[in-house]
């Protein structure tokens, strides 16, 4: 347990719904990363923050996709009118500044 | 746009042997190199980082870094079965957001 919390574990949704994840980073850590990974494949940077402001966002980061950290704590990435392709893990990771990245146990969406 | 390149395995060694998983990038400013085991289903969990050229040991686990050749590897000594897994590699750009392989998966096999 890295100490880095995402909810829900899994997530089951119709083509079409909005789903929302959370991410908890570690308390002392300013900086939180989201990446999706599909199987077979390495994570791909989807965007981050530091502190509240988000500082990049990935082109794959499509305009149905969109993500908060109010006030520098938790964050909640939302997905829009999801499709099939969204199916994926979403990962969250976070830091003290620069340096290794820790990651939660991730969030497993499925689009039916 | 960074590379990193990783071969996909399997890659499979006997309970006991020297597991060398390799990977190449593409950026040759980059500074820093992370290491990452997943198990099947579960999240990343990062097992060694190295910044300097040479060699870096914890435990079982040696980092090989060598810049000039742009490649950074990692050996497992006395393989067990629970390494079995598949190990990615990942490198930072100037945001800290990482580029990763796609991983090697590694077999032991008892």
């Known amino acids: 347990d890295t100490g880095v919390s995402q909810d829900p574990r899994h997530k089951i949704t119709k083509r079409g719904q909005n789903v929302t994840f959370r991410c908890d980073p570690i308390?002392?850590?300013?900086?939180l990363y989201w990446y999706r990974q599909t199987l077979g494949q390495g994570p791909e940077f989807l965007t981050y923050?530091?502190?509240?402001?988000?500082?990049?966002k990935s082109r794959l980061l499509s305009d149905r996709f969109s993500a908060e950290r109010p006030k520098g704590s938790f964050s909640t990435l939302e997905i829009q009118r999801t499709e099939q392709g969204d199916s994926a893990m979403y990962l969250c990771?976070?830091?003290?500044?620069?340096?290794?990245?820790?990651f939660g146990p991730g969030t497993r969406l499925t689009v039916t | 746009q960074k590379e990193v390149e990783q071969n996909s395995g399997p890659l499979s060694v006997p309970e006991g042997a020297i597991a060398s998983l390799n990977c190449t990038y593409s950026?040759?400013?980059?500074?820093?190199f992370f290491w990452y085991r997943q198990y099947s289903g579960k999240s990343p969990e990062l097992i060694m980082f190295?910044?300097?050229?040479g060699d870096k040991e914890d435990g079982r686990f040696t980092a090989q870094l060598n810049k000039a050749s742009q490649y950074v590897s990692l050996l497992i000594r006395d393989s067990q079965p629970s390494d079995s897994a598949t190990y990615l590699c990942?490198?930072?750009?100037?945001?800290?957001?990482?580029?990763f392989g796609g991983g090697t998966r590694l077999m032991v096999k008892p």
């Open positions: 950026d040759r400013g980059s500074q820093s």
């Open positions: 990771a976070s830091t003290p500044g620069v340096g290794e990245q820790y």
């Open positions: 990942a490198v930072p750009n100037a945001g800290n957001m990482l580029t």
């Open positions: 923050f530091q502190n509240e402001a988000q500082l990049e």
């Open positions: 190295i910044y300097s050229n």
């Open positions: 308390s002392e850590h300013n900086r």
